[in-house]
């Protein structure tokens, strides 16, 4: 498994980085290590996202089977506006 190793860290980042390592009970590393996992999304993640994505947007552009049995939002608001 390749290291990375990073330099010049500003002392503020460095902090949040060990209290937030210290509330999850992990090591800075560990916690480092978590957050590139969370935020940078390997290109097998983002295909992913973009299925889940386009699925979704096929989805809305679909008309509901049923109104359904509430009201529409606009007539709530209508309703509310005439109390």
Known sequence: MPTLYV???PEEIYEALRERARAHRRSIAQEILGL???H???PKEVERRRR???AALRRSAEKPL???P???AEEMLRDDRSR
Do not use: D, H, R, Y
Request: proline letters at 11%.
């Open 36 to 38: 590139l996992e969370q």
């Open 52 to 54: 889940f994505l386009k």
């Open 7 to 9: 330099e010049n860290i």
């Open 70 to 72: 509430f009201p529409s």
């Open 40 to 42: 940078v999304p390997t």
């Open 66 to 68: 049923t109104a359904g």
